[in-house]
């Protein structure tokens, strides 16, 4: 029986229908909000200059629109994946359901890893930007790195987060005051725009690197669907995946429309702070603090939603049996503490990485290269069950094997694109970010074959030994 | 597939085991919910109004507007209410079916590991 036509019975014998609807539930505005403001991150600033220094001239507006197109394919693929298991574990499911349970583990470990980058870069480039306005010594950034990773774990740990209106007002503020500004700067009179359709101009595999790290602008907007159980219809979902790229798309054009208009390259490209510059530039210091202000805003929600998202996820896994047991114990307020103690200071560290060696350009090829072999991952996945799964689905993909079939090749070919990147030079080639890529993936693989066995060892002979000893027998009484 | 009495009684006893788990009931002390259950395979509706962490009550259909609703086959009702399962994998596996927040569905799950823990 499914929920949607059930006249169900109650015990005592009566029919009634029940709609089941929630007293509190997600609208497609609030969803809409809350898949944008997973997506535009302060590390969306440095996305957008990495996208035009890989893009020739003044293409990067050109590159961000093909983002923009490409990440629809994104959202058709996850709107029909999560028409068919609208949860949470969402993505688990899908690729389980496709691949097996091992590779799904292998897969979600190694996009989780994505939330402790975006938070260490977001803590990295705030605290940069706070340094930077305050007129203090470089040392210091650091430390407000440390404060603001400390504010979020102690909000988290004392189970407070901010309530979906409010995240939502961020999300909408943030994209209207980034739009308001570069559209103020678009008015300034500033450097012309040479090349402005030449996104291949510096060669094809820089062509292919812009539109990865365009594409990047729009990493995350997928995990809207971690909310499809408190939806108010299934299509809230779909509309949410496919209205927020729109939004993202907007923001993030005129802001490199502006950027490249009034801030030379160079001086975006050895900042980790460009929306300063480009505030200070149209506005002056008024400007430099309506940009902080718009930077600080991000935060709430990175680290609101990267913290409740990986922490959750971390629970689940342990309670499963795939993380040690540690990782559910829960605090007073239900908070799973170690693994938000655990979240915060790996993104500490790396947060630290970053700090000392400067590189905050090559989270952004590593995390548009994780991105991309994700959406690679869920476009097979579809392909996959479109042949072994013929459930009904809410959403069906006009054309998916031609679409999801394009999808995979394409991510895949962008998520090699940016793995071989240089951030630095465009004309240059590392095969570090995709070293980083693969020790992340490897490191997840060894220990789904390794270390997740053990555990589930450990599990059984924990429970035989406590039947054994007469601890713990089935409490349920048998049937006469 | 378990009859309305076996649910009745798993419910009774998974409601003196949370009210009385000092321990849980001071982490739930904030949560105060109405949960709607359906058993997909025999079509039972029953509901439980938590306040403040206490199962105030469980009666049978479904009374006023859900927080959270839950699906699922009437057996693994019983061995959840029972403590005989960890209900996180089968909810991960899309075995039990949630509607309702992130943070509901956990504070469910919480409930049968602060009383289970080795479930």
Redesign the interface.
């Known amino acids: 029986?499914s929920?949607d036509d059930?006249a169900?019975?109650?015990?005592?014998g009566p029919t009634?229908h029940?709609p089941?609807?929630?007293?509190?539930s997600v609208g497609a505005v609030t969803a809409t909000a809350t898949s944008a403001g997973l997506a535009f991150a302060a590390i969306n600033f440095i996305g957008v200059v990495s996208v035009a220094t890989f893009a020739l001239g003044s293409s990067a507006w050109l590159a961000i629109a093909i983002g923009g197109l490409i990440s629809l394919v994104v959202s058709g693929v996850f709107s029909e994946l999560n028409s068919m298991?609208p949860?949470?574990?969402g993505v688990?499911?899908y690729i389980s359901n496709a691949f097996g349970v091992r590779f799904a583990l292998i897969a979600t470990f190694t996009y989780m890893s994505t939330v402790i980058l975006v938070i260490a870069a977001d803590a990295f480039l705030i605290g940069a930007a706070i340094q930077h306005l305050l007129h203090e010594p470089s040392a210091l950034a650091y430390v407000w790195i440390l404060l603001l990773l400390l504010i979020a774990t102690v909000l988290n740990l004392r189970g407070i987060?901010i309530a979906g209106r409010v995240q939502s007002v961020v999300t909408y503020v943030v994209l209207a005051s980034t739009t308001g500004l570069s559209i103020v700067a678009l008015f300034k009179p500033g450097l012309p725009y040479p090349h402005p359709f030449a996104v291949f101009g510096n060669g094809a595999l820089s062509g292919f690197q812009a539109i990865a790290f365009a594409l990047f602008l729009f990493a995350a907007f997928e995990w809207v669907t971690?909310?499809a159980?408190?939806a108010r219809k299934p299509q809230v979902i779909t509309r949410a995946l496919f209205i927020a790229p729109l939004l993202i798309w907007f923001a993030a054009t005129v802001f490199s429309l502006a950027l490249t208009h009034l801030v030379t390259l160079d001086a975006a490209h050895a900042s980790a702070y460009p929306q300063l510059l480009l505030g200070s530039a149209a506005l002056g210091r008024f400007g430099e603090i309506w940009m902080l202000g718009v930077t600080v805003l991000t935060a709430i929600n990175t680290f609101n939603g990267g913290f409740?998202v990986a922490s959750?996820f971390v629970?689940?896994a342990a309670?499963?049996?795939n993380l040690p047991r540690a990782f559910?114990r829960?605090n007073?307020?239900?908070v799973p503490w170690l693994a938000v103690i655990v979240l915060a200071v790996t993104s500490a560290v790396v947060g630290a990485l970053v700090f000392a060696t400067g590189e905050w350009l090559l989270l952004v090829a590593v995390g548009a290269s994780l991105e991309a072999m994700v959406f690679a991952i869920a476009s097979a996945a579809l392909l996959k069950l479109r042949r072994t799964d013929d459930r009904v689905r809410g959403f069906r993909l006009r054309g998916a094997p031609v679409v999801a079939g394009f999808g995979l090749v394409l991510f895949a070919i962008l998520a090699l694109a940016s793995g071989l990147s240089d951030p630095k030079n465009p004309k240059a080639f590392s095969p570090l970010p995709a070293l980083v890529v693969l020790t992340l993936a490897a490191v997840s693989t060894a220990y789904v074959y390794l270390v997740v066995p053990r555990l589930h060892r450990a599990a059984a002979a924990?429970?035989l030994a406590?039947r054994a000893s007469g601890e713990?027998t089935?409490?349920?009484?048998p049937r006469p | 597939m378990a009859s309305?009495d076996e649910v009745q009684?798993?419910l009774a006893?998974y409601t003196v085991s949370c009210n009385t788990n000092e321990?849980l009931r001071?982490?739930?002390r904030?949560?105060s919910r109405?949960l709607?259950f359906?058993c997909?395979?025999t079509?039972?509706?029953?509901s439980m109004d938590v306040k403040a962490g206490e199962i105030i009550s469980t009666p049978?259909?479904?009374v006023g507007?859900?927080?959270?609703?839950v699906?699922t086959d009437s057996e693994t009702f019983?061995?959840m209410f029972?403590?005989?399962i960890?209900p996180?994998?089968r909810?991960?596996?899309?075995e039990i079916?949630?509607?309702?927040?992130?943070?509901d569905?956990?504070?469910i799950?919480?409930i049968s590991?602060?009383i289970w823990p080795?479930a």
Not at chain 2, 91 to 94: C, D, E, F, M, V
Request: hydrophobic fraction near 35%.
């Open positions: 029986m929920l059930s169900a019975r109650t015990p005592s009634q029940h089941h609807e929630l007293r509190r298991w949860t949470a574990a688990r499911l987060k971690t909310t159980e408190e409740l959750r629970y689940a309670r499963e049996g559910a829960l007073l307020r239900a924990r429970r406590a713990q089935r409490r349920r009484p | 309305w009684e798993a006893d321990r001071k982490m739930q904030d949560w109405m709607h359906i997909s395979d079509g039972d509706l029953f049978s259909g479904h507007v859900p927080d959270v609703v699906t019983c061995d029972w403590g005989d960890n996180m994998p909810y991960l596996r899309g079916q949630v509607r309702g927040s992130q943070e569905i956990m504070r799950d919480a590991y602060v080795d």
